[in-house]
């Protein structure tokens, strides 16, 4: 079985501050890790993925994120916030080769960023 | 453009009808998925298709129900058995299924709301 936590509902920054938005999963393979992005009344759309290469990715719009199988996470970052970034963020996990039924979503962190 | 569109944008449902949510792509994907978004609660899978004439079941598929006559088309008929229809429902894409990992490609979404 796998599983995935957004650890904050809520993250609020400065423009131009670092962002950190946290996720930990939990899963019996080796996972697939995505991070996808939704702006308000919209479809989402993906800002990065993990498929067991490189553990630093980088994503479009600034985003990064480090796999770290030890601590179990998938944290996004962004060196500097800017006003574009508010939206919702959602983390995602696949360990079943990315097949039908195999995504599971977290359950989102919403991202403010104060002018 | 190649992109998946989802009408209407709005739905509104009154009590007793079914109503049913368009999904179409012109990527060539073979698999297409119908997800529920209810706040703070992420996205919940209804049902998936990975070939023409074929779908599954997700986490939530009662009270819902798909067809998939054609590869570009996915519809999501709302049933009047669906006794709390209201939520932002999303529909995806993606080029395969089963051992390779792959992306999901959303739509805009169509906001239902019961009359």
């Known amino acids: 079985a796998q599983s995935v936590t957004q650890l904050d509902s809520h993250v609020s920054v400065s423009e131009g501050t670092p962002v950190l938005l946290r996720c930990n999963y939990s899963s019996s393979y080796s996972p697939s890790l995505f991070w996808y992005v939704q702006h308000p009344n919209k479809g989402l759309q993906l800002l990065l993925k993990?498929?067991?290469?490189?553990?630093l990715v980088k994503g479009i719009n600034g985003f990064e994120a480090e796999f770290k199988k030890s601590e179990t996470s998938f944290h996004l970052t962004k060196p500097s916030a800017h006003m574009s970034d508010a939206a919702e963020y959602f983390c995602v996990v696949s360990d079943k080769g990315g097949g039908a039924d195999g995504l599971t979503f977290g359950k989102g962190t919403h991202l403010i960023i104060q002018p | 453009d190649g992109g998946i569109t989802q009408s209407p944008k709005y739905l509104f449902r009154k009590e007793g009808q079914n109503v049913t949510l368009s999904c179409e792509q012109n990527l060539n994907h073979d698999a297409m998925y119908w997800y529920r978004q209810d706040p703070g609660q992420g996205l919940r899978l209804i049902y998936y298709?990975?070939?023409?004439?074929?779908?599954q079941k997700g986490d939530i598929a009662e009270g819902y129900s798909v067809s998939r006559e054609k590869k570009e088309s996915f519809p999501l008929t709302v049933t009047s058995a669906q006794k709390n229809p209201t939520a932002f429902y999303l529909c995806?894409?993606?080029?395969?299924?089963?051992?390779?990992?792959?992306?999901?490609?959303f739509g805009p979404g169509t906001r239902l709301l019961v009359l």
């Open positions: 298709s990975q070939i023409v004439n074929d779908f």
């Open positions: 993990y498929t067991s290469a490189a553990t």
């Open positions: 995806a894409s993606s080029p395969r299924t089963g051992a390779a990992v792959t992306s999901q490609y």
